[in-house]
């Protein structure tokens, strides 16, 4: 069945062979507050093409799943209210009764295979929820990174989580973690988050070769490319973990769960950093968009 729809650039470039980077559309909706979600789509896009490859943000709309979304869709996007927030559980309900949706880390993983975009770039991924013990909350990000096989460019996972948990469901379930330019699994936020990633590269052909031999050897799923954000951007660990303590202790008292988690403690950081959390996600955003159009050169180039 036909329900992909592709912008002009992405079909050219996917049909010539060029490089094509996956983006999100949970971070424009639920990430991020206006306008800064729409001006930092739209630097994500530029800056994507600006290191010569073509940006497609994923969203559905009208009972479709488009490949690239216009200006005015974007906008629209960036505004709407009650669009959903879609994962690999209700995508397909969402394509079939019409209704707007966003796509996260995990549905946006399953459209770029579905338009063969081997690349997706985004902020951070989901993970294992504090508490998961008692409560369950694994992000359906873990187990579509085990089945769907997409390289997936993130600034770690959100130091919200509990990252020794995430690490360790990723290992269990043979999903590559690859620190980029250093040994620490990235915190987001953090360029450290006290953990050894399991495996390092230092540049884009090393990830590009390590995903074609993943799938030489029939492996499926897809790989974690954990970017720290850049030094000037960053906000020490001493710094944001209170902070995040602050914000997980007032979703607790206020009975947030599942879904809302995440966009909920993301507001929070937000106004008790008085802003600078956001900065921090718009830098490692971008930071994510240029590995993402370097890897996605190097698979182009059979690197
Ligand atoms: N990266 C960001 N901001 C975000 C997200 C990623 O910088 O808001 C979104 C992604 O869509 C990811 C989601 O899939 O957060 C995780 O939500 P949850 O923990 O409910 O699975």
Same mark, same amino acid.
Do not use: E
């Given at each position: 069945m036909d329900v992909l729809t592709f912008a002009p650039d992405v079909a050219r470039a996917l049909k010539d062979g060029a490089p094509v980077v996956a983006l999100e559309s949970t971070i424009i909706t639920h990430g991020m507050p206006f306008p800064q979600n729409v001006e930092t789509a739209r630097a994500v896009e530029a800056e994507v093409r600006a290191q010569g490859a073509v940006p497609a943000t994923m969203a559905v709309m009208g009972g479709r799943i488009h490949v690239g979304l216009t200006e005015g869709e974007l906008d629209a996007l960036g505004q709407a209210k009650d669009v959903a927030k879609i994962s690999r559980a209700d995508i397909a309900a969402c394509i079939a009764s019409g209704r707007t949706g966003a796509t996260t880390v995990a549905a946006t993983m399953i459209c770029a295979r579905l338009a063969g975009i081997p690349v997706f770039a985004t902020g951070g991924i989901g993970g294992v929820h504090r508490g998961a013990e008692t409560s369950?909350? *694994?992000?359906a990000d873990l187990p579509e990174l085990a089945q769907t096989a997409v390289t997936v460019v993130a /600034?770690? /996972?959100? /130091? *919200?989580?509990d990252l020794p948990k995430t690490l360790e469901w990723l290992e269990t379930a043979g999903v590559p973690v690859i620190a980029y330019g250093q040994d620490q699994f990235p915190a987001f936020w953090s360029r450290e988050s006290g953990l050894k990633a399991p495996l390092r590269m230092d540049s884009a052909d090393q990830i590009a070769a390590a995903a074609r031999m993943r799938a030489a050897l029939g492996l499926p799923g897809g790989q974690l490319v954990a970017n720290p954000i850049p030094v000037e951007a960053e906000i020490s660990r001493a710094e944001i973990m209170p902070v995040v303590e602050a914000a997980l202790a007032e979703a607790a008292a206020q009975g947030i769960a599942a879904k809302a988690v995440t966009p909920f403690l993301l507001q929070r950081i937000f106004e008790l950093t008085e802003g600078r959390s956001l900065e921090a996600n718009i830098a490692l955003v971008m930071n994510n968009a240029r590995l993402g159009a370097a890897i996605a050169g190097a698979m182009a180039r059979g690197a």
């Open positions: 369950f909350d *694994i992000s /600034a770690g /996972a959100k /130091a *919200i989580l």
